[in-house]
Structure formats: structure tokens, C-alpha cells
């Protein structure tokens, strides 16, 4: 499109700032392109003599409710259009706008580039609409990857079961003339803008139907659940409220695999997308990096998916680049009949770092798609980007890509540091969970309760850890009524506290004191054994090497979260417990002789400058507070 098109584009929404929200310009300008679409390029949809379009536009009298009208009729002669083109009421816009806005469409190229120009105007109103407008709008060069990722062939047939606005069934219809396709959206409205969509883009015969894909599946046989070749789709990100009490009823077999958490939607969409596949089948699905690693019930139904061997490849996109989130998804590869030297191993790729910059918006240009493409269709092995790893070697059945790609440049006491975890292993190391009990922090109950009477305990937060010690004289005072339940938490001397959450990781000793003190779930309780020194562990893990492997063990995309469970793992230097005292001796005269020297450093440079200012004659104007 040039830029005098482009220009033409932009003049109908320009034209409806300050009449109508820009969450609606869709709504207007959508049915309006329809309806000069149908007239002017032959298609399958009747077109009655009311809804003609230069009669429509010749004049401005009435024409709001001329239109309405020409809308309605359009429904009337075409079952299948009916509810999808009359979603809002010209008459309640003034007739002089409407008549300049369908002369401002009448020069639009529809003929040529109808389906452009709905893609253009349906990604700008996402972009305007933010969050609620783009959770239905897939980015353009996601449904390309997805619909190439799919490898699309004639004669098959597609189904988006969260179609939105069709994007990726159009996709899939530049692949192939001879491809069936199906879709179903929830949103009544965003499944009439879908319709229109499809019709300008040249796809009438598309079966696309209005409904709740888990709840009521439009597409069914005598069999159950139709099945496809491909289904290409994004899961609704976030989604709690999606059906659980229909997956317990489920007549459809889609649920073999277990039943998701009540608040988390995503697997659910998974298991549905795999149980409509045919035997043959592939989908590509857009998910949130949480049901990759999540535990529970999602872990459990993971780690069946992947016995079965129904996993073919997780890609990692880059974040900032969906317009309804900001947090970066992946796709995952659902392949029925894999090829039998990818079988029982999953392709991971982290193309996370890969994207343009344009303001805040991220995009994925053509570079980066042909080589996602590339490294999956030829199963390329790419240093830190992409990799097979058997599905046995998977640690405890998680999908998270960055498990996989870790990362070995690290900020360490000493500076950065490159590790190299090889040469460590070599040594006589032990699993943390061996030689020391792992425990989370209180999940406390509100403020209020804690503090209406006399504290039964002092809480450590995060803000209390400073330079790997805890400021004991800042501890919160708590009261907890349940004595019993808190045993599990108090903390004793010489545990070890380690932050669980956030890209900072505070960790410290816990020292002796008489105080009853609590972990906060903002932490990890570590307890060695008799056989570990406190002070000896808490020095490796704030080490290169101890941080390498907190570091990536750490998994979330808006907040980094570390368990117990993960860092039990974590091989410790198994040395005697008199060199450990040792060690861990020196290094604690080490650190002092430097807080010593920076004391010493600060004293002499405080001592200059009061003699500078003393040189000056100020002395007398100023008396020091605090250092």
C-alpha cells in the first residue's frame, strides 16, 4: 500500500475523532467497507436492491437510516450474515458525517486490497483500544508464523476454536485455494467484525459460528468433537472464570488428561485444541509461559502430554509484542504423527531477544520468522537459541524454555563472571536437598489481624535483608493467634533466608537472638545439617557459581519466583566440615577487612573536606545531622 493509500486509509477514522470513541471506529468503518465491498466485487452474498451502494451514497438524506437499513436486508437475504453486519446505528450519527464517511470509503482501493485495508484498520484499533480491544486481535506476524509453522497443504481443513477477528484463517486461505475453514469467538461482536473480515478478504464460505468453544463446541460430528488437520489458535491469556464445571461433565473425551485448575483456562484450551486434532493433526497455539512450568494438576496433565509424545517444539517470543499484555508468550507444537527422528524429544527455541522496536510496540520483521521457520522445519541446534532435549531428560516434565537456555554470565560479588557449569560438575558436589531442609515462608494473614494485639513475633521482609545480614531491630511485630500452625516457620539460628521473589536476590544468616522470628513467603528457609556450616553455604550461593544456578532456576515473566522444590537441586561442594569453617572464617575476615578499609576510606575523605571547608570559613554555617 503507498503512501497517498495509506493517507486514504487514515481519512475515515480522522473523520470519526470527536464523534464516536475510537473503541468504536471499528464498529463504523467495518460494516461500511462491507457494504461497498459486496457491491463492487462479485462474491456469493445476495446483495438486494436496497443495499445498493451508489444509490446508498448518492445523497446524504437519511442515509444513517438508509444504511441501517441496506444492513439489515444484507442479513435477511444471507442466513448466514444474520446479527454480523447491523452491530451499531448509523442513524445516531449526524447524516452529513456519514455521507462524507462513505464518500471517504467509496475511494478506498476495495476492489484490490479490501482485505489490507481491514487489517490495517482492525491493528490501529487495537492499538487505540489497548488491552480490552487487542485481546481479539492476533499481531499480524504471529498469525503468519502460526500459519506457516502449520505448513498448510490444499485440500485440508483448519480450525481456530479463539478465532477473534478470523486473522488467522485468513492467513491459512493465502496458503491454500482448496482449504476448509472453520472458526468460533466467543465475543458476539468480535465475531461479527470476524465475518466481515472474512468476507473482504475474498473467505464467504468460511464456517464461522458465534459461542464458547469449551462450553458449547460448535463443531461436532456423530463421532464427538469434529476433528481437523490443523488448528491454529491463541489461548485467552489469564482466564478464570473458563468452564471447569463443564469439564467435568464433558461429553467429548477432551479432558482425558485431567481437568485444569478452576482459575487457570490455559491448559484447557490446550487439551481442547489436541482433542480436535485428527490423527494426522498439528496445532500451533500462542500460551502464556505460565502453563509451561505451573504445578499441580497443570504439572500432572504436562507430564502426560509429554509421555505421549504429542509435544513437538515450544518457541519463545519476545515480550511486548501481543496488544492486549505486555508479558512475552510462546508457541507450542501439538503434532499427532510426529517425524520419527523427532520423536520423544521437544524443540525448544528462545527467540525472546529478537524482535524491531518501534516506541513501545514490538514486531517481529521478516528475518526473525523465516528463522523460527528455518530452525524448526530443518530442526536446527543453534547455540543459546535453540535445542532438542529428550523428553526424558526434561527436569520434572516443565516446558519453561529458559530451563534449557541457561544463562552463564552472571553479576557476582566480584564482578561478572562467565561459569562453566561442565568443569564444576566435575567436582564432589551433593544435592542441597541432601544436606539441608528446604522450607517456604508464612503466607501471613492481613495487617490488621497481626497487629491488634500484643506481638506473639517479630517478621522478616524483604526490605529487612541489607547487605546479607537482617536488620533485627527493624523486624514487624506480629501477633499470631494459631501458635502451632507457625512452628514450621520460626526461624532458628544459622538458617539460611533466601529471597523467593524479584530479580534481587537478598540472602542472609540468620544470627542469634532471643526474638521469635518468622519467614515471610517472600522467602526460602534453608537448614543445613549438622554437616554444613551456615555461613560456608550462604558464601556459595552468593557466589558465581551458587547465583548461576539461582539465577536460572528462577522462573515467571512478570515476577521471578524461586521454590524450594527448584533449588533442592542445586549441587553444593561436598567438602569436610573443618575446611568449610574454615573457608567460611576467612571469608568473613575478608569481608570485614573491607568494610574496615571502606570505613577507614570514608573517615579520611570526611576529614578532607572539613578541612577544604574550614580553608573556606564555613565551618560555622553548617553542623552534620547524619553520615
Known sequence: MGMNQQQKMWEPMDHL????????????????????????????????????WQSLITNGSNIGERIDKALIDIEENNPSLHQALSIIYFRELPD?????????????????????????????????????????????EISELIVRLLGIQEGKRICDWTAGTAQNLINASKQATELELYGQ????????????????????????????????????????????????????????????????????????????????????????????????????IVVPHGVLFRGANEAKIRAKLIQDDVIEAIIGLPSGLMFNTGIPVALLILNKKKAKERKK????????????QFRRKRTLNDEHIDKILRTYLHGEEILKYSKWVKTDELDDYSLYIKDYFEEDQINSPIGKVQVNKEQYQQQNTLPLKEIAELF?????PPAKDMKDHEPTHKLVELSHLQAGEIMLEDLTPVYIDNRKKVNAYELQHGDIIVASRGSSL???????????????????????????????????????????????????????????????????????????????????????????????ARQSYMNAHHKLYKQMGIEQAYHLIEE
Request: net charge negative.
Open 440 to 444: 517456604r515462608g508464612m503466607n501471613t
Open 506 to 600: 537478598k540472602m542472609a544468616v540468620v544470627p542469634e537472638t532471643e526474638e521469635r522470628i518468622l519467614l515471610s513467603h517472600h522467602f526460602i528457609g534453608i537448614r543445613p545439617t549438622d554437616e554444613i556450616d551456615p555461613h560456608f553455604l550462604q558464601a556459595f550461593l552468593n557466589g558465581p557459581v551458587g547465583l548461576f544456578y539461582l539465577i536460572n532456576k528462577q522462573k515467571g515473566t512478570t515476577v521471578s519466583i524461586l521454590t524450594a522444590k527448584d533449588i533442592g537441586t542445586i549441587p553444593i561442594p561436598h567438602l569436610p566440615y573443618e575446611k568449610q569453617q574454615e573457608i567460611s572464617q576467612e571469608l568473613l575476615e575478608a569481608n570485614k577487612k573491607y568494610e574496615d578499609a571502606l570505613k577507614q
Open 185 to 284: 469467538e466467543i465475543n458476539s461482536t468480535t465475531w461479527a467484525i470476524a465475518k466481515m473480515n472474512l468476507i473482504l478478504n475474498g473467505c464467504t464460505q468460511a464456517n464461522y459460528k458465534q459461542g464458547n468453544a469449551i462450553r458449547d463446541p460448535k463443531f461436532t460430528d456423530e463421532k464427538g468433537l469434529k476433528t481437523f488437520d490443523y488448528v491454529g489458535m491463541t489461548s485467552p491469556m489469564g482466564l478464570k472464570n473458563w468452564g471447569r464445571e463443564a469439564a467435568e461433565q464433558d461429553i467429548y473425551g477432551r479432558f482425558f488428561y485431567g481437568i485444569p485448575p478452576k482459575s487457570q483456562g490455559d491448559m484447557a484450551f490446550i487439551l481442547h485444541a489436541l482433542a480436535s486434532l485428527n490423527e494426522e493433526g498439528k496445532a500451533v
Open 345 to 356: 524429544q521437544i524443540l525448544f527455541v528462545d527467540a525472546e531477544e529478537e524482535y524491531d
Open 96 to 140: 452529513s458525517t456519514i455521507h462524507q464517511l462513505a464518500h471517504y470509503i467509496d475511494e478506498l482501493p476495495l476492489e484490490k486490497e479490501g482485505g489490507i485495508i481491514a487489517e490495517e484498520i482492525l491493528a490501529i484499533s487495537a492499538d487505540m483500544e489497548g488491552k480490552t480491544g487487542g485481546e481479539n486481535l492476533t499481531p499480524p
Open 17 to 52: 475523532r470527536g464523534h464516536v470513541s475510537s473503541n468504536d471506529y471499528k464498529k463504523y468503518l467495518m460494516p461500511l467497507l462491507t457494504l461497498a465491498y459486496v457491491n463492487k466485487v462479485g462474491t456469493t452474498i445476495t446483495v438486494p436492491y436496497s443495499a445498493n
